[in-house]
Each structure stands twice: as structure tokens, then as C-alpha cells.
């Protein structure tokens, strides 16, 4: 039997949040925040039979990115469209999951997980997950994403090409994050707004929040009084 790998303990920790940019317009504006989540391997039980691998649940970033333009004829704010992507699907070796991707397993060397000194001696992903196959371990691990808007214009990014350009626009994401397999998941909604060239929202809220609480005027209105007001 293989050596199996479980998640537990995923979360969105809120001392690690920080909000970035949006001073100037050159600033992309946006958060970083870090899914955090303990790794816990149970030892292959046939020995050298059984392999060096090890059954690891797969990543689920799930995304969906709303935009929306300013009518200045009606003044008011118009939905435009959405993409809708698991982000780790779409591009697992991105910067944002490299630890995942390529160093799940060694990073269960680091010192903050107390590794014992046979696998602290491991200095590459493929001896630390053989190692930890044949004898298990548990460990910590965080993934941190950095999602931000121009300011002043339209952006790639990883969920593809803007459906708003230019210095006046409002992206909300929708996300919902977890592994195969495991039911736990964690849930958060960033709002970002700019108008003009200004930011005028910028705002993120943990939880499983509904697109009419996001879209509701009063909202708006109250997280854009809060960044005027220097409450992020």
C-alpha cells in the first residue's frame, strides 16, 4: 500500500494578510494572503513493494472574476462578465503554487517543523518524499497569493486577459480553496475598485459571502469610506 498524504487545518491565518500598492497609479492595489494547512503522511505499509510514491491529494484554487465598467451617461456601476478557472489546473507551476508543486515534501526539512536529523539531512523534494513514504511525518506548509489591479490600465494576471480596461473599473474574486478528497475548504471574496485612476475600494473579507452582499450599493459605498477613510 502507498504511503498516503491527508490535509487538515486549512485557513486563512489574519494576522498574515496585508494590503499593497495603490498609492501611486503606477501601484498595482491588491492583497497578499497565505492558505495555510497541515500535511500528514501515513507510512506505506509493504515496505520496498509498495514504492517510493506517495498518494497526494490534489490542489483545488477555484476562482471566479467578476468585472464590472462605470456607465458615466447613468452613473452607475455595469456587470460585464465573469472567468471562472482553477487556477492550479490552469497553471500549477506558477510562482504561486511553486512550494506545492516542487517542494511540498522538503519543505517538511524546514526548522519550524522539527524534522528529525535523517530528514533534515534530505537536500532535494524526491529524497525528503521517499523518506517521508517509508516513515511518515506531519508537517506545515502555506501557499501565498498575491492577487492586485492596475491601477491605470488592463492586466494579464492568472486568470487571463481583463474584461475591463482603463482607470475606471471594479474586480471582485471569488474564491474557494481546498484539496481532492477533503471536504474542508476555505472561502474569501477581494473587492477592488478604481476610479479615474484612483482606488477607491480595496477590500478583503474570509468567508463564504454571497454576490449580493458584495454587490449591494450600501457595501460599496461603506469599504469605499473606509479606504477614504484609511481603514483597509
Known amino acids: 500500500m502507498k504511503a498516503r498524504m491527508t490535509i487538515d487545518n486549512l485557513s486563512i491565518p489574519y494576522e498574515r494578510i ?20 497541515r500535511v500528514n503522511v501515513t507510512p506505506r505499509k509493504l515496505g520496498k513493494l509498495s514504492g517510493t510514491d506517495i498518494e497526494s491529494p490534489v490542489l483545488q484554487w477555484n476562482e471566479r472574476i467578476e468585472w464590472f465598467r462605470y456607465d458615466d451617461e447613468t452613473r452607475q456601476w455595469e456587470f460585464v ?20 508543486h516542487s517542494y511540498r515534501h522538503l519543505m517538511a526539512t524546514d526548522d519550524t517543523n522539527r524534522p528529525p536529523a535523517a ?9 525528503a518524499k521517499k523518506w517521508i513514504a517509508e516513515n511518515g511525518f506531519s508537517w506545515n506548509l502555506a501557499i501565498r497569493d498575491v492577487p492586485a489591479m492596475g491601477i491605470a490600465g488592463g492586466s494579464g494576471g492568472g486568470g ?17 480553496l481546498g484539496f481532492s478528497g477533503h471536504a474542508e475548504r476555505v ?5 477592488l475598485e478604481t476610479f479615474k485612476g484612483q482606488l477607491t475600494i480595496c477590500h478583503l473579507i474570509r468567508g463564504d459571502i454571497q454576490k449580493a452582499t458584495v454587490d449591494h450599493p450600501q457595501n460599496l459605498d461603506r469599504w469605499r469610506f473606509q479606504l477614504s477613510s484609511g481603514v483597509r
Do not use: C
Not at 530528514?119 to 529524497?127: H, P, T, V, W
Open 160 to 176: 487571463g486577459d481583463s474584461l475591463v480596461t482603463g482607470d475606471t473599473r471594479r474586480r471582485v474574486i471569488y474564491f474557494d
Open 187 to 191: 472561502k474569501l471574496v477581494q473587492i
Open 18 to 37: 496585508t494590503t499593497v500598492g495603490g498609492r501611486l497609479s503606477s501601484d498595482p492595489a491588491g492583497h497578499h494572503f497565505d492558505l495555510s494547512f
Open 81 to 100: 462578465g465573469e472567468v471562472e478557472k482553477d487556477m492550479y489546473a490552469f497553471k500549477p507551476a506558477s510562482n504561486t503554487f511553486r512550494i506545492w
Open 119 to 127: 530528514l533534515k539531512a534530505m537536500k532535494s523534494d524526491e529524497e
